[in-house]
């Protein structure tokens, strides 16, 4: 799932506060599950927006919506008429669902109102851990479901690097597994560590973003 939590709401503030009418607009999907940009988050965050704009003398009207993904441009277009008179747009959806929505009101601005920050699981209540950055080229076969490239903080596809702690945790902190040191342990204990003897070449990046700009088609689809 796509993990967001709200920017702070000075900033959203010194954003809003020039405008006039505003729609603030939810995502019922991944910015729900994390409990920062579904229907209650949005009717959260409008009162709070409202009163934090009128302390500062500014009278701005927040309309809201909360669309089911913001992320395709078919459930984007229901806003069409709700927005047609508003001067700004506020999305608590993710990056891309922000980016959608910038397309469908050009020229009028749109403005994040989230922090996209990873792919993640949610471990238990209140802690979701990243576990893919989308890299393009997936080496979870090779690494017995364990991802190095989102879960080791130099994305080492041959590991452990020389900071492992003896307790099986990361260099760059003590609450951090090591993934490599884990990939170890569950290759020893299905009888396989010889596949991690091995160095592993490098991948191909071309499809992360180091290659440019995403673009993926499914000739079969068009
Ligand atoms: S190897 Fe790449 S695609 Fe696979 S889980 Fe890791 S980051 Fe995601
Ligand atoms: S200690 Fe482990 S997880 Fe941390 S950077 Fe080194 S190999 Fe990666």
Same mark, same amino acid.
């Given at each position: 799932m796509i993990f967001a939590e709200w920017k702070p709401i000075d900033e959203l503030v010194e954003k809003l506060k020039a405008h006039k009418k505003v729609l603030l607009v939810g995502c019922a999907t991944c910015v729900a599950e994390c409990a920062a940009g579904g229907e209650k988050e949005v009717e959260t965050l409008a009162p709070l927006l409202s009163m934090a704009l009128k302390k500062q003398g500014c009278s701005v009207e927040i309309i809201t919506a909360t669309l089911?993904?913001?992320?395709e441009f078919e459930f984007v277009e229901e806003l069409i008429e709700k927005g047609h008179d508003v001067d700004a747009v506020m999305s608590l959806a993710c990056g891309i669902g922000v980016q959608a929505m910038a397309d469908l009101f050009d020229p009028i601005p749109v403005y994040p109102g989230v922090n996209t920050s990873a792919l993640t699981i949610?471990?238990?209540?209140?802690l979701w851990a990243g576990?893919?950055?989308?890299?393009?080229?997936?080496v979870l076969g090779e690494t017995f479901g364990l991802c190095p490239i989102a879960r080791c903080a130099k994305s080492l596809? %041959? =590991?452990? $690097?020389?900071?492992?702690?003896? %307790? =099986?945790? $990361?260099e760059v902190s003590?609450?951090?597994?090591?993934i490599w040191n884990l990939i170890v342990e569950r290759g020893d204990e299905r009888g396989q560590l010889d596949s991690l003897a091995e160095v592993k070449k490098?991948?191909?990046?071309?499809?992360?973003?180091h290659g440019g700009p995403k673009r993926v088609i499914r000739e079969d689809l068009r």
């Open positions: 089911e993904k913001q992320c949610r471990e238990e209540a209140g576990r893919c950055a989308a890299c393009g080229d997936c596809l %041959n =590991g452990p $690097c020389g900071g492992t702690r003896g %307790n =099986g945790k $990361c003590e609450d951090t597994d090591c490098s991948k191909n990046w071309s499809n992360s973003r």
